[in-house]
């Protein structure tokens, strides 16, 4: 069974600090996607990477892939309140094979 | 156009009752994922459905069960109900099946409530 651990499991910051989550692995996986899940809603997809090394920026925040492709890391840069939610990394380990996810790191951002 | 809508959004059952929910993907869309998500943790497969043929199934016992319908929704049953299968049941839709680029379109839920 292919795990996904995520730390930390919950953060709370001040607005304007920068943060990093980790989504670690034993296994390799073939793409790695992030989401972020606000209270009553679904999870909305982020990013999605799939080569090793491979980094993503969207606005403030920056993805990156490992490069054995085991693991992954979310940079958000001048969190905001905004950012609150639950930040959830999920992996498939071929194209065909359901998603696995983490357990999430619930965030909160203070004004 | 509209996104991945499930009913009911909410849900109040006793233990040993059975429960049907309901999962419309977006338009054009032929692929239908079930998640369990409970409280505290990141969702869990459940099934995969595509063409209206089971492509894949999760760790969960016979009490669930799923089935695709020619215009692509999705039903999700689970008899003799417990309570530890309270929970969100979230409903993913994507154009086909598989594919590592493929994006999973979430609806929001339904909470299911046991008693």
């Known amino acids: 069974t292919q795990l996904l651990e995520q730390s930390p499991q919950f953060l709370s910051i001040q607005e304007g600090e920068n943060l990093t989550v980790y989504c670690n692995s034993s296994?390799?996986?073939?793409?790695l996607q992030w989401y972020r899940q606000e209270p009553g809603e679904g999870p909305v997809l982020l990013v999605t990477?799939?080569?090793?090394?491979e980094v993503k920026k969207l606005k403030r925040l920056t993805f990156q892939f490992g490069d054995a492709r085991k693991d992954s890391s979310l940079h958000i840069t001048a969190a905001q309140p905004g950012d609150t939610g639950l930040y959830l990394c999920?992996?498939?380990?071929?194209?065909?094979?359901?998603?696995?996810f983490g357990k999430g790191t619930r965030l909160s951002v203070i004004a | 156009d509209a996104g991945v809508t499930q009913s009911p959004t909410h849900l109040i059952k006793t233990r040993g009752q059975h429960v049907t929910l309901r999962c419309s993907p977006i338009s054009g869309h032929k692929s239908v994922s079930w998640y369990q998500q409970v409280l505290g943790q990141g969702p869990q497969f459940i099934f995969q459905?595509?063409?209206?043929?089971?492509?894949g199934r999760g760790n969960f016992p016979d009490r669930f069960s799923a089935r695709q319908f020619p215009n692509y929704s999705s039903e999700l049953n689970v008899n003799a109900l417990l309570l530890g299968d309270s929970a969100l049941y979230l409903c993913a839709s994507s154009l086909s099946h598989g594919g590592r680029n493929q994006p999973q379109h979430f609806g929001d839920g339904t909470r299911l409530s046991i008693l």
């Open positions: 296994s390799v996986f073939s793409s």
């Open positions: 990477v799939v080569t090793g090394g």
């Open positions: 459905y595509y063409e209206k043929e089971e492509r």
């Open positions: 999920a992996g498939r380990n071929s194209g065909n094979t359901p998603l696995v």
